[in-house]
């Protein structure tokens, strides 16, 4: 079973204990919610799930049901804004990202930008994009090389109503595919429309709430 498992997992920044020894099991096929204020950790949890940043104690444990996955990206990440060159095109950026594992055709990456609402062929340098135009291009280089687990921070920010619309229909229908998914949204209508299940982190506890 594809999932992402918490073991007493916590996080420091010195003296500052950011997320407190957290147990918790994220499953295949659900969309989970993380919500709290401002500052109160939800971006840290997602770094250290995707293995951006270490934990200070505890683990979290990664279980796949097929090992060759190991050979792959396991997790698509949309966290703090994806770094892309700027002085390339967005199907130039992320046919260079997709060279590094060759997990990901030039033809399939072209059809998915259409998919999150981008024309391949738009030659528009990324520097030129708008906030939306590049958080649709971070969720593509999220979800192109397929992978089981996707970990979303603001997915929606920059959006459009359409935009917004279009995104929701994609990961339902990831998560209809089995994928694990995980988003945290200011927006209470995407935690609504889209979560089977939702936390909530308060003074660095992750609480179920729903």
């Known amino acids: ?23 918790a099991c994220f499953s295949p ?6 919500v709290g204020q401002n500052g109160c950790g939800k971006t840290v949890l997602f770094k250290c799930m995707s293995g951006l940043m270490p934990t200070t104690s505890g683990r979290i444990e990664i279980q796949l049901d097929d090992p060759a996955q190991k050979a792959r990206p396991y997790c698509g990440v949309v966290i703090d804004g994806a770094g892309f060159n700027d002085s390339l ?16 055709d030039k033809k399939a990456i072209a059809s998915l930008m259409t ?3 981008l024309s391949p062929d738009n030659r ?9 135009m590049r958080q649709r291009l971070a969720i593509a280089q999220a979800i192109m090389e397929d992978p089981e687990i996707l ?6 920010n920059g959006l459009d109503n359409d935009g917004v619309e279009k995104m929701r229909e994609l990961f339902l229908a990831l998560k209809a595919q089995g994928k694990t998914i995980i988003l945290a949204s200011h927006n209470q209508t995407d935690i609504n429309t889209l979560c089977d299940e939702v936390f909530e982190i308060d003074a660095g506890k992750l609480q179920c709430v729903t």
Not at 29 to 34: E, K, L
Not at 89 to 104: F, H, Q, R, Y
Request: aromatic fraction near 10%.
């Open 1 to 23: 079973m594809n999932q992402i498992i918490l073991h007493e997992m916590s996080k420091f920044f010195g003296k500052k204990n950011v997320i407190k020894a957290q147990n």
């Open 29 to 34: 096929g659900q969309i989970y919610g993380i």
């Open 89 to 104: 095109s967005g199907l130039s950026n992320l046919v260079a990202l997709a060279d590094i594992t060759k997990k990901a």
């Open 115 to 117: 998919s999150v609402g």
């Open 124 to 132: 528009k340098k990324v520097r030129y994009y708008s906030l939306g």
């Open 151 to 156: 970990i979303l921070d603001e997915p929606f």
